[in-house]
């Protein structure tokens, strides 16, 4: 279980970042909520101009490294997790729709994102399987064997296998390289998010990964900003955060001085 599990692939909408992106000067539209957003394909608009190969933006203006959230930014369950849900609730003897569950996950979703928001946001390994546990039994009240329903839900989202990269994430990663900008990754996760990364290919070029439940504060808190922030030795500002919660990713970062980019797959 990780973060934007509920359903599978978002959309085909995807990533894109240009220059400007980069620079902090976004070309992208506005929504009414006013955060900039990313609307169609990261592919093809990072770094290096078309013509020269080479970017053509001065370098002090760029961000020292690019941060990524991971489920519903870089990656998605597959098969969907409502599926995934169903299917294994079903060997457990609990009998509901995906479309069910899927209502009933994003439900629970939400009341327990709001509750973390009393904590202060601190989190931890054990933190982090109690609160999906719990949200297990809020989406399946009738559950008998929740123990054994909950420990087959985590075991699978443990798998590489069970999750994909979005189709225009390879090609924007190897242009991010190519413009000699480190990237790394920044997640509401736990330890599974390891073995999941580990085994994307597409992901090795990483240079770290930032946890909450390692971290021992979940976005939006401002300590896991903070934290990384120090672990990376750079200021604020020189740090671009994209993501896929408005919240968590783009109005959190925005308080703490970073750049950041919200994206739509929807």
């Known amino acids: 279980m990780g973060a934007a599990q509920a359903g599978g692939r978002k959309s085909a909408a995807a990533l894109r970042l240009g220059r400007r992106d980069l620079c902090g000067r976004t070309h992208a539209v506005r929504d009414r909520q006013g955060p900039d957003e990313i609307p169609g394909r990261l592919a093809g608009r990072i770094g290096p101009c078309r013509r020269s190969g080479h970017c053509n933006v001065p370098r002090s203006t760029l961000p020292r490294a ?28 609990c009998a509901a ?32 399987r109690t609160w999906w546990r719990e949200l297990v039994a809020e989406v399946f009240p009738e559950a008998i064997a929740l123990d054994s329903l909950f420990a087959a839900l985590w075991d699978h989202f ?6 994909q990269l979005y189709d225009d994430v390879p090609a924007a990663l190897a242009t991010l ?85 919200l994206l739509h797959r929807r």
Do not use: M
């Open 66 to 93: 690019v941060l990524f959230d991971a489920a519903g930014t870089l990656i998605y369950p597959a098969p969907p997790a409502a599926e995934v849900y169903a299917r294994v609730a079903a060997h457990w003897g």
């Open 97 to 128: 729709a995906p479309d069910e569950v899927a209502r009933r996950y994003a439900q629970a979703w939400s009341r327990r994102q709001a509750s973390s928001l009393h904590d202060q946001g601190r989190t931890s390994e054990a933190h982090e």
């Open 158 to 163: 443990a798998q590489p296998q069970h999750w």
């Open 177 to 261: 390289q190519a413009a000699g900008i480190p990237w790394y990754i920044a997640s509401n996760f736990d330890a599974r998010l390891e073995s999941i990364w580990r085994g994307q290919p597409a992901l090795a070029a990483c240079q770290g990964l930032f946890i909450s439940s390692r971290v021992g504060f979940r976005k939006p808190a401002a300590g896991f900003f903070s934290h990384v922030q120090q672990a990376l030795g750079c200021a604020p500002h020189e740090l671009l955060l994209i993501g896929d919660d408005l919240e968590c990713d783009y109005l959190a970062a925005r308080r703490a001085g970073w750049r950041a980019l």
